[in-house]
């Protein structure tokens, strides 16, 4: 049962985007937590699957293809590391997301080198986690062809430029982040604190950046409505902002 | 004072008093023998006058020097031993031309029908040469008794303090961050041992106890995290239902600000419990000028929304041996502190060259002293919802890296100044 490459296609009539479905194991101890990651996964379009314990996680990808693997460190029975080097006997191409809440530099090293995707530090923010696995995804799958459509508005990642009615609209590398960002979380509430983190990690004091995530935002809206483009970000009350898909 | 010279010097002053003391008692008992001896001396001429006058001499065949008898006319009451009177004179010296201090005896006899008195005189030693005798005497014995006090103390203690000493040293080159407990050598002394003994326990336990608290601390704000992720994403699942109106949502706002700020607090609790146990220990050549280069873009923006005036002025080429990652939390956290404490439309300057960094920033005086500044949660009232803890993380990081760090405020600039030497 491969599941690995599904693609959708959904053209509507005056949208089209690529949106791509994929088959998401999510291994995590804590119900509660793999809850939100599963609910939020799910309402993008994913099928989620969620186990607790290595023994769960290791009977999971030895009998179903995976894409994505979001993996916690610290499980009752035993390590994710462990589940990762599983998974590369397998001999798969299923990406490996690491969720910790060991913020230790050694594991991350550790993981990343087992052939783990990328690495994300407890607390996270459900929109970096699902911006994240975007990434991996388009890394992994979509090689030469990096780009996003949405409307007028295209993205190409790997060149990093940014066309309205294919029209290039110059974009600072924080907008340009900024706007991938929305794009990989449209509908959706994302809040100031997540768009801080995004743009400037862990070590900057978010307090500091709010003021600079609405200039940003600012900037950045100027610029496609001076190319003619729809303003799709929406202010969400002293929380943060929506990127509104318009209902057809 | 050391406490050999202390105690030597004591015992000098106690001597000197005990030997002042002394002094007196040897000159009242040398007085008294010297009297009682020429008393007795006195009193056996007498009768060996007496003896001779009886053998049929007359009394003026014996008048002699330092000798008188005179004949009584009359009978006294005591004859012999009872007549005996001792009492000091001066006399003039037959050779010497001088007044002598002289012990005079008197007594009365009764040779051949006749009362003799016999009044005999001798010389005595003067009560200030006796004086000057223990006078010398002694202060050459406090002088010897004192050197050699000295000598002996100085290298018995030595002997004696050494297990002392090293103890001492042990202590002083104890940390509590190296989880090493002191162990002290066994030695002869009771009491040191049981210093020694004391000292090893408590250290022992300061360790013991600082190394649960470390720990506690740490696996607290870790495991913190967990919950707070869980209690962060149900609200960020929430905030995407469609039925919520302001009210609602500005409570989900406070909510989710305010677990934002406990997870911010743990991280950067994790940051400085990392940087304390030395996980940034991979060194390596970075080029300095251009890591505050690359971030001063960033804060570029920043700096302009706050019409700030940014005179920067970096030296080329400035490499520092340290991790990277800790420079940029050391850069970013500086140029964040230089920014949040200035004021709309203020100035800041930023300095590098080989040997410092130095940041200044217009604002206004600090409501907390300066000495507080770099500790953990000491902030000012006008940083409002900053966690007070940048500062702390850079002061650790200056620890770690034998940087120091400096802060001044002088005509409403503060500067901090950072020296890598």
Known sequence: MDLRFLFCFKISSESHFIFAMMKILVVEDNPELANNIVTYLKEEGNVCEWVSTYMEAIDKIVSFGYEMLILDIMLPDGSGLDVIRELKKQNTEASVL??????????????????????????????????????????????????????????????????????????????????????????????????????????????????????????????????????????????????????? | MRLLLRTSFYYVLITFVVFSLGSIILYNIFLNEIQYETDLYLVERFHSIINTLGSNNTPNTLDQYKLQIDTLDYVPEKVGQESFVFNDTIVMHQYLRRMENNRKMTGIQKVNESYLRLT???????????????????????????????????????????????????????????????????????????????????????????????????????????????????????????????????????????????????????????????????????????????????????????????????????????NPDLLKILINNLLTNALRHNQEGGRLKIELDPSQLKIANTGKPLQISPEQLFERFKKDKQSGGSLGLGLAIVKKICDISGYTIQYSYNEGWHRILVDFS
């Open chain 2, 120 to 322: 005999l005189f001798d010389v005595i030693v003067e009560s200030d040469d006796i004086m000057d005798g223990v006078f010398n005497a002694l202060w050459r014995l406090f002088l010897f008794l004192g050197i050699v006090m000295v000598i002996t103390s100085f290298l018995i203690s030595r002997n004696i303090f050494k297990p002392f000493n090293k103890t001492l040293q042990q202590l002083k080159q104890f940390n509590i961050k190296e989880l090493r407990p002191i162990k002290l050598e066994r030695s002869h002394t009771h009491e040191f041992n049981l210093m020694n003994q004391f000292i090893e326990q408590m250290t022992e336990k300061v360790n013991r106890d600082y190394r649960n608290l470390k720990e506690f601390s740490e696996n607290a704000s870790h495991e913190i995290q967990t919950p707070l992720t869980i209690a962060k994403g149900k609200l960020e699942l929430l905030l995407q239902s469609n039925d919520l109106d302001e009210k609602k949502m500005s409570m989900i706002e406070s909510a989710y600000k305010s677990i934002d700020h406990i997870s911010k607090l743990g991280s950067s609790l994790t940051l400085i419990s990392k940087i304390e146990n030395l996980e940034f220990s991979d060194l390596k050549q970075i080029v300095f000028s251009d890591l505050l280069k690359k971030a001063l873009v960033d804060f570029e923006e920043l700096y302009q929304m706050k019409q700030i005036k940014a005179e920067i002025n970096i030296m080329d080429d400035v490499k520092l041996q340290n």
């Open chain 1, 98 to 248: 690491i969720i910790s809440a060991k913020n230790s530099l050694d594991d991350k090293i550790l993981g990343l080198n087992l052939g783990a995707d990328d690495y994300l530090t407890k607390p996270f923010h459900l929109s970096e986690l699902h911006a994240r696995i975007k990434a991996i995804y388009r890394r992994k799958n979509l090689h030469g062809k990096q780009e996003i459509l949405f409307n007028e508005l295209k993205i190409n990642i790997e060149n990093r430029t940014f066309l309205v009615y294919d029209n290039p609209v110059e974009l600072t590398q924080k907008e340009f982040d900024l706007l991938l960002f929305f794009l990989t979380n449209k509908n959706r509430v994302i809040t100031k604190q997540s768009i801080a983190e995004h743009l400037w990690g862990d070590y900057v004091d978010a307090y500091d950046s709010f003021d600079f995530v609405y200039q940003h935002i600012k900037n950045l809206r100027k610029k496609i409505l001076n190319a003619r483009g729809e303003d799709y970000i929406r202010t969400v009350y002293g929380l943060g902002y929506k990127f509104m898909v318009p209902h057809s």
